[in-house]
């Protein structure tokens, strides 16, 4: 039995994911000791290889997987740097529910790029008997202490989170992603089914769909379980960071309350889901130097 870790990297005008990937698959080198596949596209890799070099890159991937960009898919997104900076750019999620084809591995865990790994909780999911394991609880660093869950809307169905995913190779996983596959096709018909709030594609809400379907069109009881860790810890685009060293970021986390009030949190052998990217870009270096 193989198993390791799985991240997509398609830059848009502005956004390096690559250099993001880079940085934390050296975190996750550090603190989960697996392999980590890379699926790209060829222009986000060629830009890489300017600004990073083949050989760093190449240093950070057990394996890269190439992947044909579709260009007629168009999922543009507002993207938060902090709430202050507001920019509309092409936001390419749309092949996520090849994962299961494309991983090289029979347990998989499938991450964001930007879900910074500074632990090895995720260590606990290898061997586990569950075919698929995905969030629905998540927490903040001040909102929230303790674990909630969201609904797709206001009364909508749970909302489960792409952000990470363990799966191994089995028919319900296969059939899982199938059925990603089938909703992401099918988005327009979903998201008036469903009363998504905006047209935007969303793996959180194709996921979602997929589950409660599985489930037999029922909230209560799922036979997609949770992974074995508190929750997702999750850092909004309105956040920003103020410094890193290893395993360890200090936050400037906005209070709900007041725009561009911020305290510190400090976030340590914590692994967080950093939603501003911009963020994390300018920090990027430093995590690549902190953890190489």
Excluded at 178 to 200: A, M
Excluded at 224 to 229: A, G, R, Y
Excluded at 231 to 242: E, K, T
Aim: glycine share 2%; charged share 20%; net charge negative.
């Amino acid at each position: 039995m193989t198993n390791g870790v799985l991240m997509y990297a398609h830059n848009n005008l502005e956004i390096d994911y690559l250099k993001i990937a880079c940085a934390n698959a050296l975190m996750i080198q550090k603190n989960l000791h697996v392999p980590i596949s890379l699926i790209t596209d060829i222009s986000t890799y060629n830009w890489g290889k300017k600004s990073l070099t083949e050989k760093f890159i190449e240093k950070c991937f057990d394996k890269i997987i190439f992947i044909d960009k579709n260009h007629r898919f168009i999922n543009e997104r507002n993207f938060n740097d902090t709430s202050f900076t507001t920019k509309n750019l092409q936001f390419y999620n749309c092949n996520h529910w090849k994962a299961y084809e494309l991983t090289p591995y029979d347990e998989t865990l499938f991450i964001d790029c930007d879900y910074l790994i500074m632990s090895s909780s995720l260590n606990n999911c290898w061997g586990s008997r569950n075919d698929v394991m995905i969030n629905h609880t998540i927490y903040s660093p001040y909102d929230q202490i303790l674990p909630y869950s969201k609904t797709v809307d206001d009364m909508g169905i749970k909302q489960y989170w792409a952000t990470v995913i363990y799966f191994r190779k089995s028919p319900l996983a296969k059939h899982l992603f199938s059925l990603v596959q089938h909703i992401q096709k099918n988005y327009s018909y979903y998201k008036d089914l469903y009363y998504f709030s905006s047209g935007l594609y969303r793996n959180d809400h194709a996921f979602s769909v997929a589950i409660h379907m599985l489930n037999g069109f029922n909230d209560f009881e799922s036979i997609i379980t949770e992974l074995p860790i508190l929750g997702l810890l999750m850092s909004w685009d309105v956040n920003d960071i103020h410094s890193v060293k290893l395993n360890d970021i200090i936050l400037y986390v906005e209070r709900s309350e007041s725009k561009g009030n911020y305290i510190l949190s400090r976030i340590k052998d914590t692994d967080v889901h950093i939603m501003n990217k911009w963020a994390i870009n300018r920090h990027s270096d430093e995590l690549i130097k902190l953890y190489e």
